[in-house]
């Protein structure tokens, strides 16, 4: 088994195999933006994930979101350890100044497994509307009913709880028939009233949920996500425990659907034309 040693931000000098692909200015922001939402709404294009009004509203958000950081003043140095960061999910689009305090590397010290952010701080976000269910099944075609029955049944995940009424992102697309693999994150909080029998869910931050090996069975894989070898546990769950789980996470504000998030903080790398570009996010 490979061995790791941990450098901390407090009494280490930031390991070059970190901090040449951190992003730290606003040149490499941009170029940065520039690369990687070419890729994405190039795969969104060539894809039949999402429909063309989905890839319409993310292309407009995305520009608007590289205008905005063009136009905004940035510190032109960050000391070691300070990096920017950037997501893209159906909350909208945000630029956050981030701070790493720890990491593991190998023991060369060439490659760094994994890292420990402790300060975030948001900077800037342009957000994507929040629809009624009203507005929604307006713009679909369908029922109001139907558009309740899919929250209800966890068709719909990316949606927010607005006092007792649920507001749907515009990135939300009518949901496809059968089971979609899922993901939640949770992060930094912790998660009250959890559902019986999950009281478990605070020692880790992550929960992936994908079909079981039988029709009526599916599969979480919980996980702390910290170090190199992170706490991990497997559940099997019937599609009742499976609709109270992911109901539980779809109506906490402070878990997130995290299947439709891309989050950079790494460089993109330049393609190497004799080698296939690696996609590291």
């Known amino acids: 088994m490979a061995k790791y040693i941990e450098v901390q931000a407090d009494i280490d000098r930031l390991p070059d195999c970190i901090g040449d692909r951190l992003i730290t200015t606003k040149e490499e922001l941009l170029w940065d933006i520039d690369q990687r939402t070419k890729s994405l709404l190039d795969s969104l294009a060539s894809s039949n994930r999402h429909t063309a009004r989905y890839f319409s509203v993310m292309e407009d958000l995305l520009k608007v979101f590289r205008s905005r950081i063009a136009h905004t003043i ?22 956050f100044l981030e701070h790493m305090g720890s990491a593991w590397l190998n023991e060369e010290q060439t490659d760094s497994d994994s890292q420990t952010i402790d300060q975030i701080f948001p900077l800037v976000f342009i957000p994507a509307k929040m629809l009624s269910v009203d507005e929604y099944a307006k713009l679909y075609e369908v029922e109001q009913v139907t558009v309740r029955q899919w929250i209800r049944r966890c068709k719909l995940r990316t949606v927010e709880k607005a006092g007792k009424e649920w507001r749907i992102s515009e990135l939300t697309d009518v949901p496809k028939r059968g089971f979609e693999p899922a993901q939640y994150r949770w992060r930094g909080r912790t998660l009250e009233n959890l559902p019986e029998g999950f009281d478990f869910l605070n020692e880790y931050i992550m929960a992936t949920l994908i079909k079981g090996d039988t029709a009526d069975t599916y599969k979480v894989l919980f996980t702390d996500g910290s170090g190199p070898n992170p706490k991990k546990l497997a559940y099997e769950l019937t599609n009742e425990e499976r609709e109270r789980l992911e109901s539980f996470f779809i109506a906490n504000p402070d878990v997130s659907f995290a299947s439709e998030s891309h989050h950079y903080w790494w460089k993109k790398k330049e393609p190497d034309p004799d080698e296939s570009e690696e996609d590291d996010e």
């Open 74 to 95: 940035l510190p032109r140095n960050l000391e070691d350890w300070w990096f920017y960061s950037y997501e893209i999910s159906y909350h909208g689009v945000g630029l």
